[in-house]
């Protein structure tokens, strides 16, 4: 059973950084697009970074310049280094991932359990 478990996150000062880790678990053979996403209270789900398996990345307008987005193929781990945080930033921080298990022909979406992120003074 595939498994994203997210790590990182906490309580920062704005302009501080901090630096998520998503590791996924289990019978995998491929982990196609790993991505970030983020929901903060009463706004809906949204896209902070993508990252193929080229690799190539992809970033929310907000967070360009300030986010960068990577991942470790060997250890099925994808990173958020974060930044210039901004009180906006504060959410809980999602990891999202397209694997393939051992022994199917298809890639199914996952997500891990998300992770608090929260900048305030």
């Known amino acids: 059973q595939v498994q994203l478990v997210e790590s990182g996150g906490g309580l920062v000062q704005p302009g501080g950084s901090l630096r998520l880790s998503c590791a996924a678990s289990?019978?995998?053979?491929?982990?196609?697009?790993m991505g970030w996403y983020r929901q903060a209270p009463g706004k809906q789900r949204e896209l902070v970074a993508l990252?193929?398996?080229?690799?190539?990345?992809n970033y929310a307008d907000s967070v360009k310049g300030r986010f960068t987005i990577s991942r470790d193929n060997a250890k099925n781990t994808v990173y958020l280094q974060m930044n210039s945080l901004k009180p906006e930033d504060t959410a809980v921080y999602y990891c999202?991932?397209?694997?393939?298990?051992?022994?199917?022909?298809?890639?199914?979406?996952?997500w891990g359990q998300g992770t608090q992120v929260t900048v305030s003074s």
């Open positions: 990252i193929t398996s080229d690799p190539s990345a």
């Open positions: 999202n991932a397209w694997i393939r298990e051992a022994g199917s022909s298809n890639f199914h979406n996952y």
């Open positions: 289990g019978s995998i053979a491929s982990i196609n697009i």
